[in-house]
Structures are given as C-alpha cells and as structure tokens.
C-alpha cells in the first residue's frame, strides 16, 4: 500500500510563510513527478506546482515567485515552501505522485489526504 502524508499546514497571516511537506511510504520502485494540488471553498482543484525526478520544477503563475517546489528522492519526499503568502492563497493543499510500485507495473497516480492552509488578512 502506498500512502503520501502531508504536513506543515496551518494559520498563518498575510506575508508570512508557510511549508509543507508529503512524504511516500510503502511499496514504491520509482517516482516520477511530484507535486501540489490545491482547493478551495467552491473551486476547482489546481495545480499549484510539480517537479520531476531530476528537479525541475513548474509553477502555477499565480504562486511563481513566491512558492518553491523541491524534493529529496533520498527520502521520497517534497516540499513546497511558500513564502509572501495571500489570503488568496487559502486552500486545502494535496500532494501528488506519479510513481511505480514495482518494475513491471505501470505509473499510477496517488493523493495524499490534504492539509489546509489558512491565510489571514
């Protein structure tokens, strides 16, 4: 069984920081692309950020320049570090990974439960 666990999440005021961070256990051979998904109150899920195996990363335009996706394939883990935050940026956030759980099985895509964040005004 494979399961991603976030953490760092939290209440936090307008400017300040915040960073999560989800971590994959279980069976797991390779990960390809990790990344941040977010949702809230009435929207839709969006992408916020990925990054590959090799570290490249993608943002959302919306949090360029002020989040930073990275991973450490040592520990199956990436974080988002998510500094100048905005109310706007209020949202559950959710990990993803495109991962194998053996050689011969295909990539497959897995969420961890989500952690809210809560930026005050």
């Known amino acids: 069984q494979v399961q991603l666990v976030e953490s760092g999440g939290g209440l936090v005021q307008a400017g300040g920081s915040l960073r999560l961070s989800c971590a994959a256990s279980g069976t797991i051979f390779r990960i390809a692309v990790m990344g941040w998904y977010r949702q809230a109150p009435g929207k839709q899920r969006e992408l916020v950020a990925t990054v590959t195996s090799g570290g490249i990363p993608n943002y959302a335009d919306s949090v360029k320049g002020r989040f930073t996706i990275s991973r450490d394939n040592t520990k199956n883990t990436v974080y988002l570090q998510m500094n100048i935050l905005k109310p706007e940026d209020t949202a559950v956030y959710y990990c993803?990974?495109?991962?194998?759980?053996?050689?011969?099985?295909?990539?497959?895509?897995?969420w961890g439960q989500g952690t809210q964040v809560t930026v005050s005004s």
């Open positions: 993803n990974a495109d991962l194998k759980v053996t050689i011969i099985r295909p990539y497959e895509n897995y």
